[in-house]
């Protein structure tokens, strides 16, 4: 019988990707460890959307119900002039269930620590190891050593770093840093809806497009009680602070939206703004894995923000990652690296690349030429990026896997 149970699995990383790929294998029975730096779980970085492609796994993992508790489907997707706020395009999502209709799963807004609550919960602590940041990573004779900053140490046959953008099994297996910055920085906050009297159409996810800028919002808790939004500006031009935060005075992400719509000025100013933070991508890597380890989410190819899909994409790593060891014997590691990367890097690439020319499209200046291109563009989105949602990674993995074994 081909099975991975006895295989010695550590997965670096107790973030989103982690936690779904240490439950995806924990549904099919075989157990790994989680090592993460942190000693608690806590949430970095407010709310997060999660797209049909994402919620369908956690549907077939048994936590949609959980999530659903405490999301919020947004009415419509709204793209809106910065200024006059008129609506540019505009699409149902929860209304008339248009979204769950077309791609099968619903769309949720979510507060992150809430998401990693029902992912940690739903593996009760089996596996986790809080307060283990690693720190060297070693290969002998196939087995992997990993040593952490607490002083332990520990072997694993096999190890997954899903240890996101700043990844150092990334460096262990491409030997460099590919972290690029952006160009580009966010100022985020979740404020009560009640504070927002000037905001049109509250339970949306919308757009403001802008010169040098935009703002994106949507509704998160069990009644769309908060807004989570993300203010993404142009510059500063370089980023050289270690981390991916920055200390600013407070009236600094209020000064790129002089002059905007009172909705985005009132949320923006809602909150005090004491850092913003950098954008990081990574540049797309030829390889994925080396030895045994191997990169899955943002350690992989962590993207720009703009067509809301790190986290989902790092989900669809997980369960085409769970779904491949379930079947790997020892001695196919590496063919199952091989063929895990092929069937992740292309799409993963593309939808990067895809979302650093959005960036481009929501900045235009007014006086901008391509803007009548723009107001094109963003009215066909959802025939445009429709296959970004409709993707179905479990069975994406399983016809790649019978169309091998009937080659
Ligand atoms: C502001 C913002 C908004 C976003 N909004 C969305 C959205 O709406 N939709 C969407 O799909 N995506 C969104 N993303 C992207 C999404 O958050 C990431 O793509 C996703 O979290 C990647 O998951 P991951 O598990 O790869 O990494 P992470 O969730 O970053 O987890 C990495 C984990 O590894 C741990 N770790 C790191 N180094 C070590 C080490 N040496 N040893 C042990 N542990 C370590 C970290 O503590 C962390 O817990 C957003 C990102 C940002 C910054």
Redesign the pocket.
Same mark, same amino acid.
């Given at each position: 019988m081909k099975n991975s149970r006895n295989l010695r699995i550590a997965i670096?990383?107790? &973030?989103?990707?982690?936690l779904t790929l240490a439950l995806a294998l924990r549904q099919r029975g075989i157990e790994a460890t989680v090592?993460?730096?942190?000693s608690e779980l806590s949430e970095?970085?407010?709310?997060?959307?999660?797209s049909a492609n994402?919620t369908r796994e956690l549907r077939r993992l048994g936590v949609l119900d959980l999530i659903a508790g405490c999301s919020t489907e947004p009415s419509e997707l709204i793209y809106r002039d910065w200024r006059k706020g008129h609506r540019i395009a505009a699409f149902p999502v929860h209304d008339d269930l248009a979204y769950q209709k077309r791609f099968g799963a619903p769309y949720f807004g979510i507060h992150r620590a809430d998401l990693q609550r029902i992912l940690s919960g739903a593996l009760a602590g089996a596996g986790l190891q809080l307060g283990?940041?690693?720190?060297e990573l070693s290969e002998h004779d196939q087995i992997m050593s990993l040593s952490f900053a607490n002083g332990r140490i520990a072997e694993a046959d096999l190890v997954i770093g899903?240890? &996101?953008?700043?990844?150092?099994v990334r460096r262990y297996v491409i030997g460099g840093e590919e972290t690029i910055y952006s160009g580009t920085s966010?100022f985020?906050g979740i404020v009560p809806a009640k504070q927002l009297p000037s905001l049109p159409d509250p339970q949306a996810i919308q757009f403001w497009m802008g010169p040098g800028a935009h703002l994106l919002h949507y509704a998160i808790g069990e009644r769309a009680q908060d807004v989570n939004f993300?203010a993404v500006v142009e510059g500063p031009k370089t980023w050289s602070h270690e981390g991916w935060q920055a200390p600013v005075e407070p009236s600094t992400a209020l000064a790129p939206f002089k002059g905007w719509h009172p909705a985005v000025t009132e949320m923006v100013a809602a909150v005090e703004h004491r850092v913003r933070?950098a954008?990081f991508t990574v540049r797309p890597l030829r390889q994925w894995w080396r030895g045994r380890a191997v990169l899955?989410?943002?350690?992989a190819h962590?993207?720009g923000?703009h067509h809301?899909?790190?986290?989902?994409?790092?989900i669809e790593d997980a369960i085409t990652l769970a779904e491949m060891l379930t079947s790997t014997r020892r001695d196919e590691i590496e063919a199952m690296m091989s063929r895990y990367q092929r069937l992740r890097r292309s799409r993963t690439r593309i939808i990067q690349l895809s979302s650093r020319a959005t960036n481009d499209l929501l900045h235009l200046p007014d006086e901008s030429s391509a803007l009548a291109d723009r107001d094109r563009r963003v009215s066909r989105f959802p025939d445009d990026f429709g296959w970004i949602h409709a993707f179905d990674a479990l069975t994406t993995v399983r016809d790649a896997s019978s169309s091998e074994f009937a080659a």
């Open positions: 670096v990383g107790g &973030g989103i990707g982690g090592y993460e730096q942190a970095i970085g407010a709310a997060v959307a999660l994402a283990h940041r690693l720190t899903a240890d &996101g953008v700043r990844s150092l966010a985020r993300f933070w954008l899955l989410g943002d350690a962590a993207m923000p809301g899909q790190g986290a989902n994409t790092t």
